[in-house]
Nanobody, 116 residues
Framework: EAQLVESGGGLVQPGGSLTLSCAAS????????MSWVRHPPGGGREWVAS????????YYTASVRGRFTIARDNAKNTLTLQMKGLKSEDTGLYCC?????????WGQGTRVLVSS
């Protein structure tokens, strides 16, 4: 059974940093483009970042470019999202997905709260 399990969320002050992790299992991780999406408290879903399977090329939504870094480790079947300079608008439920530029949450996600 294919699974994605996110971790690493928490409460952080504005300007702080967090690194999220996504452990993949049950499928050939290296063959898939992967993404992070987030669900803000007010609703909706926003694509955050993607990394290609072919060349590990990375892509970011404008609001996080320069602050967030997506990376994959195919040997460990792990996707990460390093977040720096966090802002209140980064608050939300973060999920990793098995798609480029979007996708739905499979599991619980990990919650990020940016607040002083």
């Amino acid at each position: 059974e294919a699974q994605l399990v996110e971790s690493g969320g928490g409460l952080v002050q504005p300007g702080g940093s967090l690194t999220l992790s996504c452990a993949a299992s049950g499928f050939a991780f290296s063959n898939y483009d992967m993404s992070w999406v987030r669900h803000p408290p007010g609703g909706g879903r926003e694509w955050v970042a993607s990394v290609r399977s072919s060349d590990s090329g990375t892509y970011y939504t404008a609001s996080v470019r320069g602050r967030f870094t997506i990376a994959r480790d195919n040997a460990k079947n792990t996707l990460t999202l390093q977040m720096k300079g966090l802002k209140s608008e980064d608050t939300g439920l973060y999920c990793c997905t098995r798609e480029a530029f979007g996708g739905a949450c499979w599991g619980q996600g990990t919650r990020v709260l940016v607040s002083s």
